[in-house]
């Protein structure tokens, strides 16, 4: 874990450098909180840094024997594939700012397939490993349809989370702290985000991007199906659900009714609007977060 964080650290640092020479920089939406307008240009896509530095230190764990199970590859397959998924679209929206034309991003229409086969492959081969702590197995096509939309819900949630200098990262961490110490990639995505972390709370020199948002909701997901219980995610990601629900009754009320429900959408947004300073709305959602994954903890009876 100290390899893997000092790595993130040093890499995020130099991935900072070679971003500002070829001009990587993050657009902002004029209609959003004011105060992001100064954050116009920060080095987008940080993400790749710690997904890569968790696989490969992994891998290297792996060679040497100490990279875990089969559950251990099962959650490497899905970080790397809906990693590959997100930083696809990071690569279209970076090449089209500094071409100034081309494909923008990945389209909804694109990126769900992809997603919903990357999940379909996981919960398929993930579904004998599956742990059952607290409700029953559905049956392998009942949890593998379960796994699926978990799966696919969750690598969206956790990318709705973004957008407030270090909340997503901070949140991630938090989840994933019952699965420490029984899983080699969730302990290196741990670490790795620690040192992402150091450049990315306010004011934030680095910006995730989508592999890194998708590769976290992968390994999140793929973590409480393996190794705790699925249903106990949705309490543990109390703010990425928040985040995703907030987006779909956004979405619902302005196309039946013409009325917006919250100022902004996802939910970090709304509270920004309302008041509440960005470096607060993190903090308060890790607390949020804490206190949530405290429960999860509880749950397990104190153990993963």
Do not use: C
């Not at 700012?97 to 909804?108: F, V």
């Not at 670490?191 to 909701?217: E, Q, T």
């Amino acid at each position: 874990m100290l390899i893997a964080a000092l790595l993130s650290w040093f890499l995020t640092g130099l991935f900072i450098q070679q971003s500002k020479k070829r001009g990587w920089g993050q657009p902002i939406r004029a209609d959003g909180p004011q105060s992001h307008l100064a954050k116009e240009g920060t080095p987008t896509a940080g993400g790749v840094v710690f997904t890569l530095v968790t696989l490969l230190v992994w891998l290297v764990l792996f060679l040497t024997g100490q990279g875990g199970d089969m559950r251990e590859a099962l959650l490497v397959l899905a970080a790397l594939g809906m990693g590959l998924i997100g930083g696809l679209d990071d690569w279209f929206k970076i090449q089209s700012r500094m071409k100034g034309s081309g494909k923008k991003e990945l389209l909804a229409r694109e990126k769900f397939p992809l997603q919903i086969l990357m999940a379909l492959i996981f919960s398929y081969l993930a579904a004998p490993y599956a742990s059952h702590e607290l409700v029953p197995s559905l049956g392998l096509i009942g949890d593998v349809l379960l796994y699926t939309f978990v799966m696919v819900g969750a690598v969206n949630a956790f990318n709705f989370t973004d957008g407030l200098d270090g909340l997503l990262a901070g949140v991630a961490i938090i989840v994933l702290l019952p699965f420490v110490a029984v899983s080699p990639v969730s302990a290196l995505l741990v670490a790795a985000l620690l040192g992402f972390l150091w450049f990315n709370v306010h004011p934030a020199k680095v910006f995730m991007g989508d592999m890194g948002s998708h590769a976290i909701g992968a390994i999140a997901a793929g973590a409480y199906i393996l190794y705790g219980d699925v249903w106990l995610l949705p309490i543990a990601a109390i703010i990425p659900v928040a985040a995703v629900l907030s987006v779909v009754i956004q979405v619902i009320s302005f196309k039946t009714r013409g009325t917006r429900v919250f100022k902004m959408s996802p939910i970090q947004h709304h509270f920004e609007l309302s008041g509440w300073p960005e470096t607060q709305v993190t903090q308060r959602f890790w607390v949020i977060t804490g206190l949530a994954t405290a429960l999860v903890w509880y749950l397990l009876g104190g153990r993963p």
